[in-house]
C-alpha cells in the first residue's frame, strides 16, 4: 500500500512542480467552469471529499465511492449570455470499479462581424461553441486507497475554425485511518496544447502583380496550453450523530495560468436529506502580498469569495432524486441574473 501511495504522491507533484515552471495563459477556459451545486457552495473544495457523481469533474477517483448508477445534470448562466450545460454518468461495478462518463458544452450568442472597412459590423453573424467528452475509470487499489483516470476529447470552435485537443485527469482518494480524515489529490486537463486551423477566417489572399492570379494563403496560428490544475485537499467529519453530520473541506489549487488558491467549505446534513453548505475562496498570492504590504490594500479590491447553498434528497419509487442550489459571487462581472447562480439535479437508480 505504502508504494501505491509514494508513487501517486511523487507522479502528482512532479506535474505540479512542471506547471509552476509553465505558469501563463491557457485557453479552453471553458474546462474550468465548476460543475454540481453542492460541490460549488462549498467554493469547489471536493477533491477530498469526491463521494458524489460530480467527483467525475473534480476527482475521478472517487467515482468508486457511488454504489448505484447516478445521473447528473448541470446548467449555469454566466455572464455576457454565456451558458454551460454539463450532464455526468456514474456506473458502479463493484470490485472491478467504476465506469463514468461526462460531457460539457459552452454556448455563446452570435456576434456580428466586423472588419476594418465595416467596423459598425456586416449584418453577417458567426457563432462559438466549445465542448467536451471524458470517459473515467476508478478503482481501489486497497481497502483505503482510489484511483481514478479520466480521458477527455476537447473542441473549441470559431466561426469554421477549430482546435482539438486531448487530456486526462488523474486523482487519488486516501481513507487516512485516523478517524474520517480523508486526502484527495488530483491533476485536472493533463494533454496536448490546442491550435486553431482550418475555415475561412484563417485564409486570405495576396496580390503580388497586377497581371498576376492572387495567391492564396493560411494564416498562421500559435498554440496555447489548456488550464492545468493541480489540487490537494482534506476532509474531516467534525459531526457524526444518528441524523446530524458535519464535514469540513479544505484545498490547495494550483493551476498553470492563474495564482494559486486556498479555498474551504463545510455541510451540514440532516437526516441525509437537508443539507446546508458554506464555502471561501481565497487568491493566496494576493493576501500574502497585502499581508506583506498592507499600504497597497484597496478597501474595494475582491481578494476572497463567498459560496453559499442547500440541498435536498429524497428517495421515489426507488429513484434517490437529489436537488442541489449554489450561489458564487462573480465580483464586478455579476449581476442579478448572473452572480454564478447553479441548480444540479442527481438521479440515482
Known amino acids: 500500500m505504502k508504494k501505491y501511495i509514494i508513487s501517486l504522491i511523487v507522479l502528482l507533484l512532479i506535474a505540479n512542480g512542471l506547471m509552476a515552471m509553465n505558469e501563463g495563459t491557457a485557453g479552453a477556459q471553458f474546462l474550468k467552469i465548476p460543475v454540481g451545486g453542492r460541490a460549488t457552495a462549498m467554493a469547489g473544495a471536493f477533491v477530498a471529499l469526491a ?15 457511488l454504489n448505484q448508477n447516478t445521473i447528473l445534470l448541470n446548467y449555469v448562466k454566466w455572464p455576457a449570455g454565456i451558458g454551460y ?4 454518468m456514474a456506473f458502479p461495478m463493484g470490485v472491478q470499479g467504476a465506469f463514468g462518463i461526462q460531457a460539457g458544452i459552452m454556448s455563446v450568442p452570435e456576434m456580428e462581424v466586423t472588419t476594418v472597412d465595416y467596423p459598425e459590423g456586416t449584418d453577417e453573424y458567426f457563432g462559438v461553441s466549445n465542448y467536451f467528452v471524458g470517459l473515467t475509470y476508478s478503482r481501489y487499489f486497497t481497502d483505503k486507497l482510489a484511483v481514478g483516470l479520466t480521458t477527455k476529447l476537447i473542441q473549441e470552435v470559431i466561426y469554421d475554425a477549430s482546435s482539438s485537443m486531448m487530456a486526462v485527469d488523474l486523482g487519488a482518494s486516501y481513507e487516512t485511518g485516523f478517524k474520517s480524515l480523508r486526502i484527495g489529490m488530483a491533476i485536472r486537463n493533463f494533454g496536448s496544447d490546442g491550435q486553431f486551423t482550418g475555415g475561412t477566417i484563417l485564409s486570405d489572399q495576396i496580390d503580388y502583380l497586377e497581371d498576376q492570379q492572387p495567391v492564396n494563403i493560411l494564416i498562421a496560428t500559435e498554440p496555447y496550453p489548456i488550464p492545468l490544475n493541480f489540487n490537494f485537499g482534506v476532509a474531516y467529519d467534525f459531526l457524526e450523530g444518528p441524523d446530524n453530520f458535519l464535514t469540513g473541506v479544505i484545498e490547495f489549487q494550483n493551476p498553470n495560468d492563474g495564482p494559486e488558491a486556498f479555498r474551504m467549505g463545510a455541510e451540514y446534513s440532516f437526516a441525509d436529506m437537508m443539507f446546508a453548505r458554506l464555502g471561501y475562496m481565497f487568491d493566496w498570492d494576493r493576501l500574502m502580498d497585502i499581508k506583506d504590504n498592507p499600504d497597497e490594500f484597496n478597501t474595494e479590491e475582491k481578494i476572497e469569495g463567498l459560496t453559499a447553498g442547500m440541498g435536498f434528497k429524497q428517495n421515489l419509487s426507488g429513484f434517490n432524486i437529489g436537488i442541489d442550489y449554489s450561489y458564487t459571487g462573480m465580483g464586478k462581472l455579476g449581476g442579478s ?9 442527481s438521479i440515482g437508480f
Open 51 to 65: 463521494d458524489d457523481i460530480s467527483t467525475l469533474y473534480y476527482n475521478p477517483a472517487g467515482l468508486v465511492k
Open 85 to 88: 450545460s454539463y450532464v455526468g
Open 337 to 345: 441574473f448572473t452572480n454564478g447562480h447553479r441548480v444540479s439535479l
